[in-house]
């Protein structure tokens, strides 16, 4: 009989284990999301899947509709912790969730947070708004702690997780997840203006966040965004035509 070492058998247990913690999640989650999907008139798997998150109203929301076509709200997930305080991430161990366009680029079965999925961050534009440091390991999780993260609790953990990746699958590339310091239609571009100490940079970053913002709540689809060959700010074009 052919005996493991002590490190292949301690393996062979997290793999085993992360794979239950997976297949749990669908197990838990899968009929309520075929449900909520049928109810909202949508397929199941999504055949896209957009996520947005505001850090002021502590909202992170899950858009899903078919290919080309305006998505529709299919849920909105409490953010039961998020550190930092307004205004984007720029240098390791500063605690700031990131504000920014980004996807959802890795999964993590394994987690110390029950499930998380990584944020694509940090961008070029973090890269070169940044300090020479700008951390990364930026995670949605479950739990309910925050060091720079966006928390969700274990239960819409499980949903998100099999929500995005089984978007992943069917649109054949990362689902993109856009994080805003707050709602940005006038007033809470104001209000943001309107903080004390707010610098002039602040201001101009968070107004290059806004068009992004503002196609989506005029189109129901996600805005196309780049960073200009500078690196210095977003560019946002429309999105695929809606048919």
């Not at 297949?23 to 999504?46: D, I, M, N, Y």
Request: glycine share 8%; hydrophobic share 40%; charged share 25%.
């Amino acid at each position: 009989m052919k005996v493991l070492p002590l490190w292949g058998v301690l393996f062979a247990s997290l793999c085993a284990h992360a794979e239950d913690r997976v297949a749990g999640a669908r197990a838990h989650q899968t009929a309520e999301l075929v449900r909520s999907f049928k109810e909202a008139g949508l397929s199941w798997p999504p055949e896209e899947l957009y996520l947005r998150a505001f850090k002021v109203e502590r909202e992170l929301e899950v858009w899903a509709g078919p290919r080309g076509k305006p998505l529709v709200k299919v849920r909105t997930y409490p953010i039961c912790a998020a550190s930092g305080d307004v205004g984007p991430k720029r240098a390791m161990g500063d605690e700031q969730v990131p504000e920014g366009f980004y996807t959802v680029d890795l999964f993590n079965p394994k987690s110390n947070f029950h499930l998380s999925m990584r944020v694509s961050y940090p961008n070029a534009l973090d890269r070169k708004l940044g300090a020479a440091k700008p951390g990364g390991d930026i995670y949605i999780h479950g739990n309910c702690v925050s060091i720079g993260c966006l928390a969700i609790e274990d239960g819409p953990i499980e949903a998100l997780y099999v929500m995005v990746s089984e978007a992943r699958a069917r649109m054949g590339r990362d689902v993109p997840v856009h994080i805003f310091p707050r709602r940005l239609d006038a007033a809470g571009l104001a209000a943001l203006e309107s903080l004390p100490g707010v610098t002039d940079s602040r201001k101009d970053f968070w107004r290059g966040l806004e068009p992004g913002y503002r196609w989506f709540e005029a189109q129901r689809r996600p805005p196309r965004v780049k960073v200009n060959a500078a690196a210095t700010a977003y560019v946002v074009s429309p999105a695929l035509p809606v048919r």
